[in-house]
Every structure is written in structure tokens, then in C-alpha cells.
């Protein structure tokens, strides 16, 4: 599968943290070393989280949207029923909140609701 355009946005996100990043030098000529590590650490963990969300969405999405693979409850092994997008909230390691968005399946069996599915090999 082809990323181009995932990897397009990520570098135009690493071109505007170096951007901004310069720009902020330039404004900030007497920084110590405390204030350019915030402000590096800063920048650096929006285009973190992007990087971690878009990677983490990927996964096991677009074969269970393709209806490549069948998703199966993780508590019974019943059927996925797709039931549309939801939005899902995770935390990264750093404490960053990212967004997910995907499908949200709800078993046909026993009724649990479940995102990510969990893929039947
Ligand atoms: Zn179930």
C-alpha cells in the first residue's frame, strides 16, 4: 500500500517545525538552553502525535474497511457488524492526546462494541 500522501503531510509538518523553530530562534536570540529545549520538545511532539495517530489509524483499518479480512469480537469470536466512524481518544507515552478515527464494529453475538477490531488470520 502506497503512503504518499500520509508521508507528504508528515514532511510538510517537519518543514513547518523547522520553520517554526527558526523563526522562534530568531525572535528568541538570548534562549537558554531550558527555554530551546521546551520549545523544541513542544514542536516536536505535535508532529509526534500526527505521526503516532496517522500510523496507529493505518492498521488493521483499511483491510477490515476493504472487506479483506473479517473482524471478530475479541470476547465471544462472533461477527463484527460495522456500525460507522467513531472517534477515539488515546494518550501517548508523552501524556499527548491524540484523535483516532475508525470503524466501530458491534458483535453480532453477544452485542460488545468494540474499535479497533481484532482480525481474524
Ligand atoms: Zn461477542
Known amino acids: 500500500m502506497k503512503n504518499e500522501k500520509t508521508e ?9 517545525v523547522i520553520a ?3 523563526a522562534w530562534r530568531g525572535k528568541h536570540p538570548k ?9 523544541g520538545d513542544q514542536r516536536l511532539s505535535v508532529m509526534r502525535a500526527r505521526m503516532i495517530s496517522d500510523t496507529a489509524m493505518k492498521r488493521g483499518r483499511a483491510e477490515w ?46 452485542g460488545h462494541g468494540i474499535f479497533p477490531p481484532s482480525m481474524k488470520h
Open 65 to 110: 474497511e476493504a472487506g479483506e479480512k473479517e473482524a471478530v469480537c475479541p470476547d465471544c469470536g462472533g461477527e463484527l457488524l460495522k456500525n460507522g466512524k467513531k472517534k477515539r481518544k488515546l494518550k501517548t507515552r508523552e501524556g499527548e492526546e491524540i484523535e483516532l478515527e475508525r470503524e466501530y464494529g458491534i458483535c453480532l453475538k453477544c
Open 20 to 22: 517554526g523553530t527558526s
Open 31 to 39: 534562549a537558554i538552553m531550558r527555554e530551546i529545549e521546551e520549545e
Open 8 to 16: 507528504e503531510a508528515w514532511k510538510k509538518l517537519s518543514d513547518e
